[in-house]
């Protein structure tokens, strides 16, 4: 009788958590999207999208939205000067990982940079965050950052989040 009963209840629970965890496959796919939407923007100088898939934290830490836009311009005209072609390359995201109701997941991408005499590529990877089940993400640049500071953003952050490893910069002079 007990196995019996332990079986109802198993059948009972376990397709209802199923049914809570969001389909893996179509988060990281949106979770990638968005990704890809930050980096056009980043490349692009679409400041005002940038700042919308920030992490909100992040625009605060920074001073608010006009301070950062303040920013990115100043900085979008001294890389324009530097590397007028600007590219970046999304890879696939990793697992989610949830905690306290929160999804993260990591995409990492390269961005190039490339002039008439030179040309550089750095990698990093950004975090997404969600708290509407993989809906919607905000973005933390996190490559090169130490898991303790970026803990100062986001509190939540989980430990089993695996952080890629990240390879240094390249530095080319063209012909």
Same mark, same amino acid.
């Given at each position: 009788?007990?196995?019996?009963?332990?079986?109802?209840?198993?059948?009972?629970?376990?397709?209802?958590?199923?049914?809570?965890?969001?389909?893996?496959?179509?988060?990281?796919?949106?979770?990638?999207?968005?990704?890809?939407?930050?980096?056009?923007?980043?490349?692009?100088?679409?400041?005002?999208?940038?700042?919308?898939?920030?992490?909100?934290?992040?625009?605060?830490?920074?001073?608010?939205?006009?301070?950062?836009?303040?920013?990115?311009? =100043?900085?979008? #005209?001294?890389?324009? &000067?530097?590397?007028?072609? @600007?590219?970046?390359?999304?890879?696939?995201?990793? *697992? /989610?990982?949830?905690?306290?109701?929160?999804?993260?997941?990591?995409?990492?991408?390269?961005?190039?940079?490339?002039?008439?005499?030179?040309?550089?590529?750095?990698?990093?990877?950004?975090?997404?965050?969600?708290?509407?089940?993989? =809906?919607?993400? #905000?973005?933390?640049? &996190?490559?090169?950052?130490? @898991?303790?500071?970026?803990?100062?953003?986001?509190? *939540? /952050?989980?430990?089993?989040?695996?952080?890629?490893?990240?390879?240094p910069p390249?530095?080319?002079?063209l012909p």
């Amino acid at each position: 009788m007990r196995r019996l009963g332990f079986i109802i209840v198993v059948a009972c629970v376990v397709p209802l958590a199923a049914a809570q965890e969001p389909d893996q496959k179509r988060v990281r796919q949106e979770l990638k999207a968005q990704a890809e939407k930050i980096g056009k923007a980043m490349v692009e100088d679409k400041h005002e999208q940038l700042i919308d898939g920030t992490h909100p934290k992040i625009v605060e830490m920074i001073g608010g939205r006009a301070k950062m836009l303040e920013i990115l311009e =100043k900085l979008s #005209k001294q890389m324009q &000067a530097q590397f007028p072609m @600007r590219t970046v390359k999304m890879e696939e995201s990793s *697992d /989610l990982v949830s905690n306290k109701g929160t999804l993260f997941g990591i995409v990492p991408f390269t961005l190039e940079l490339k002039s008439a005499t030179k040309s550089a590529s750095q990698p990093s990877f950004l975090i997404g965050v969600s708290v509407d089940a993989g =809906k919607t993400w #905000k973005f933390v640049d &996190a490559g090169g950052k130490r @898991r303790d500071d970026l803990k100062k953003v986001m509190p *939540d /952050l989980p430990e089993n989040l695996k952080f890629p490893k990240l390879s240094p910069p390249k530095y080319e002079k063209l012909p």
